[in-house]
């Protein structure tokens, strides 16, 4: 998810960090454990009410470039 949300899945250098989710998305337990653990950080999205939009932290970046595959 973390490399997902930053575009690595796609391009070798991040180029977005955005991940939005309802709150009965399936990664959402995902999301909330990375919150958790500092990898990513959560707002409410403005346009939907029951979604929520994640964003990578610093300390999630790092970790999701130390899975580069």
């Known amino acids: 998810i973390l490399r997902h949300t930053l575009g690595l899945n796609r391009s070798k250098e991040p180029y977005r960090n955005a991940f939005v989710a309802g709150h ?21 999205y403005p346009h ?6 994640f964003h990578v932290t610093t300390t999630g970046r790092v970790a999701a470039e130390r899975t580069r595959r």
């Open 24 to 44: 009965d998305h399936s990664d959402m337990p995902t999301l909330e454990s990375l919150v958790a653990k500092g990898f990513m950080i959560r707002r409410p």
């Open 48 to 53: 939907a009410e029951d979604s929520e939009v």
